[in-house]
Nanobody, 120 residues
Framework: QVQLVESGGGLVQAGGSLRLSCAAS????????MGWYRQAPGKQRELVAT???????VYADSVKDRFTISRDNAKNTVYLQMNSLKPEDTGVYYC??????????????WGKGTQVTVSS
């Protein structure tokens, strides 16, 4: 099984920056795509950014040019650098990864989330 632990959330003023981290632990064969999603109050969870093991990235249009996703495969950790934060970035940010226990299976796991609040 794989567990994900997020850190780095908090309260920041508009225009500020935060860096989220998510570390994967447990027994696994490999981690493939890792990503960040967020959920604002009263809204559905939405994709923020994903990154493959080969460092290919995908971003939501709303965060392009402001957020940067990266990963350290040696530490099994994914990061989200968030700059020029806006009040609409407020929400609970969840880490997600696909992982394999063998070469042929595929599993998904979510972190418990970390709160990001951007004040205007």
């Amino acid at each position: 099984q794989v567990q994900l632990v997020e850190s780095g959330g908090g309260l920041v003023q508009a225009g500020g920056s935060l860096r989220l981290s998510c570390a994967a632990s447990g027994r696994f064969f490999s981690l493939s795509v890792m990503g960040w999603y967020r959920q604002a109050p009263g809204k559905q969870r939405e994709l923020v950014a994903t990154i493959t093991s080969g460092d290919s990235t995908v971003y939501a249009d709303s965060v392009k040019d402001r957020f940067t996703i990266s990963r350290d495969n040696a530490k099994n950790t994914v990061y989200l650098q968030m700059n020029s934060l806006k009040p609409e970035d407020t929400g609970v940010y969840y880490c997600h990864t696909q992982w394999r226990s063998t070469i042929s299976d595929r599993n998904n796991v979510w972190g418990k989330g970390t709160q990001v609040t951007v004040s205007s």
